[in-house]
């Protein structure tokens, strides 16, 4: 198992940028795919970005294409999430996940895929 822990949300303005840090430990491997995802009250989770551990082959959601960056420190076992041009609707719990396998697929994207989840860390967008 991964043990997962993030931090660094927090209430910011619209266009605001904000970087999310998800310390990990336990059974990393090459194989491992580190995943942030985000929840809404009454929605599940949804994929916003995704970083092979070994190679660092991204894949990114729509709404994150373009302003958020994934990126991860090998050598410090951390994962990133830096995001840009913050909107209100980026407002969530967000949540960093690992799972395992080679290629970034439609899988990836899934959160039921991960077997390991950190506790989540608040951002909150305000107009």
């Known amino acids: 198992q991964v043990q997962l822990v993030e931090s660094g949300g927090g209430l910011v303005q619209t266009g605001d940028s904000l970087r999310l840090s998800c310390a990990s430990s336990?059974?990393?491997?090459?194989?491992?795919?580190m995943g942030w995802f985000r929840r809404t009250p009454g929605k599940e989770r949804e994929f916003v970005a995704a970083v092979t551990w070994s190679g660092g082959n991204t894949m990114y959601s729509d709404s994150a294409k373009g302003r958020f960056t994934i990126s991860r420190d090998n050598a410090k076992n951390m994962v990133y999430l830096e995001m840009n041009s913050l909107k209100t609707d980026d407002t969530a719990v967000y949540y960093c996940g690992a799972t395992t396998g080679r290629l970034l697929n439609i899988a990836t994207k899934m959160w039921r895929t991960y077997h390991s989840w950190g506790q989540g860390t608040q951002v909150t967008v305000s107009s």
């Open positions: 336990g059974r990393i491997h090459v194989t491992t795919v």
